[in-house]
């Protein structure tokens, strides 16, 4: 069994930083690519930024130049490091992760999800 488990959300105020981390535990063999995605209350599920196996990363237009991801292989871990949040960054941020279970069978997981509020 595979899990995925966020931390590092909260209240901050508007100009203020966060770090997510992400941790993937279970029967792994290899992991692809690990993104973190945010859901705003009434808007749909969007992608926030993505890494790949070998750190090449993208970034939605509007969190370019603020947010960083990273990870750490040994660790099986992915950071969201956000700086100078803005009220329109609130959300709730789901992790997300392309995992080999074997060489042959891979699967996408998610995590449960963690609040980021930023009042102004």
């Known amino acids: 069994q595979v899990q995925l488990v966020e931390s590092g959300g909260g209240l901050v105020q508007a100009g203020g930083s966060l770090r997510l981390s992400c941790a993937a535990s279970?029967?792994?063999?290899?992991?692809?690519?690990m993104g973190w995605y945010r859901q705003a209350p009434m808007k749909q599920r969007e992608l926030v930024a993505v890494i790949t196996s070998a750190s090449s990363t993208n970034y939605a237009d509007s969190v370019k130049g603020r947010f960083t991801i990273s990870r750490d292989n040994a660790k099986n871990t992915a950071y969201l490091q956000m700086n100078s949040l803005k009220p329109e960054d609130t959300a709730v941020y789901y992790c997300?992760?392309?995992?080999?279970?074997?060489?042959?069978?891979?699967?996408?997981?998610w995590g449960q999800g963690t609040q980021v509020t930023v009042s102004s």
């Open positions: 997300n992760a392309e995992i080999y279970l074997h060489s042959l069978t891979k699967r996408d997981y």
């Open positions: 279970g029967s792994i063999f290899r992991i692809n690519s």
